[in-house]
C-alpha cells in the first residue's frame, strides 16, 4: 500500500488472480481503478461496473481515496448474451441498490427473502454499455451534480439552475468539470445521455423512447447526437446490439 496522505484512503494493488467456478463484478463506488486483462488495461470510474467472466485472469489497482466493491456470482448464474465477454455496466439507482443488498448478504447476517444473486444476474445484461471513457469529477459541488446527472440523465435544467441549487455559479462548476473530467458539463452530460441511450437500445426500446428517457426533446435531436458519438444511428446500433429474447 501507498499512503496518500492524511485523512484519505490509500492505494492498494492485487496481483493477477482468476475464479473458474465465479465470475466477478467490479463497482466502482468512488474514484477509479485500473483493471489489466490479457495485457489491456481498462480504467473503472465512478457509476460503472466491469464483469468478468468466470476464468479471466485478472489484476487490479485501486487509486487512493477510491472504493471498488468486487461482487462475485457462481458460474452456472452467469448471464450469457452480451455478458459473455468482460462488458462495461451502467450503475443505476436500481442496479445499486441491488448491488448493496447483495453486499449486505454476503458480508452479514442480515439476509431478505430473495435470491439476490438470480437478480442480479438478470439485471446486468440490460445494463451493459459501450464505454465512453467518462470520468467523474472529485470535487464537490461538481461531483454531486455529475452524480445527479448520472443517475437522472433525463434532467433538463441548465447548468445555471444546476449550480444555482448548490449555491455557486455555473462558471465555478464549468471550471471543476474541465479541469477534472477534461469535458464541460454540457459534453459530460451528452456522453452520460447517450451511454444510457445504447444501454436502452441494447434493450429493444424504440429511438423515440431511448430519446425521451435520457432528456432529448425530439428524435432528430437524439439521433444526430448519437451518430456523432457511435458513428452509427440508433436504429442501425440497436439491430446490431440488440440482447436476444
Do not use: N
Not at 464537490?140 to 443517475?151: C, F, G, K, M, Y
Not at 471550471?175 to 451528452?190: D, N, V, Y
Amino acid at each position: 500500500m501507498v499512503d496518500s496522505g492524511a485523512g484519505s484512503i490509500p492505494a492498494v494493488s492485487i496481483d493477477e488472480r482468476r475464479h473458474d467456478d465465479r465470475a466477478v463484478l467490479l463497482w466502482q463506488a468512488r474514484g477509479s481503478s485500473t483493471c489489466v486483462l490479457a495485457g489491456e488495461t481498462r480504467r473503472l470510474i465512478a457509476g460503472h461496473a466491469l464483469w468478468i467472466p468466470a476464468g479471466t485472469p485478472h489484476a487490479l489497482d485501486v487509486a487512493p481515496d477510491s472504493v471498488l466493491i468486487p461482487l462475485h456470482l457462481p458460474a452456472r448464474l452467469a448471464p450469457h448474451g452480451p455478458l459473455t465477454d468482460v462488458t462495461w455496466v451502467a450503475v443505476d439507482v436500481e442496479l445499486r441498490t441491488v448491488i448493496l443488498a447483495l453486499l449486505q448478504v454476503q458480508t452479514s447476517i442480515i439476509r431478505p427473502d430473495v435470491d439476490l444473486e438470480r437478480r442480479l444476474a438478470r439485471m446486468l445484461p440490460e445494463r451493459a454499455v459501450p464505454p465512453t471513457g467518462l470520468v467523474m469529477p472529485v470535487s464537490t459541488p461538481a461531483v454531486e451534480i455529475a452524480q445527479r446527472l448520472r443517475d437522472e440523465p433525463s434532467d433538463g435544467r441548465s447548468l445555471a439552475e444546476l449550480a444555482s441549487a448548490h449555491h455557486v455559479s455555473a462558471r465555478t462548476v464549468e471550471r471543476a468539470f474541465l479541469a477534472e473530467t477534461g469535458l464541460s458539463p454540457r459534453a459530460w452530460r451528452t456522453q452520460r445521455r447517450l451511454e444510457v441511450a445504447a444501454s436502452l437500445l441494447a434493450r429493444r426500446a424504440a429511438p423515440a423512447f431511448a430519446a425521451h428517457r435520457t432528456g432529448y426533446a425530439s428524435v432528430s435531436a437524439f439521433r444526430r447526437a448519437f451518430k456523432r458519438q457511435y458513428g452509427i444511428v440508433p436504429s442501425e446500433y440497436a439491430r446490431r446490439h440488440a440482447m436476444p429474447r
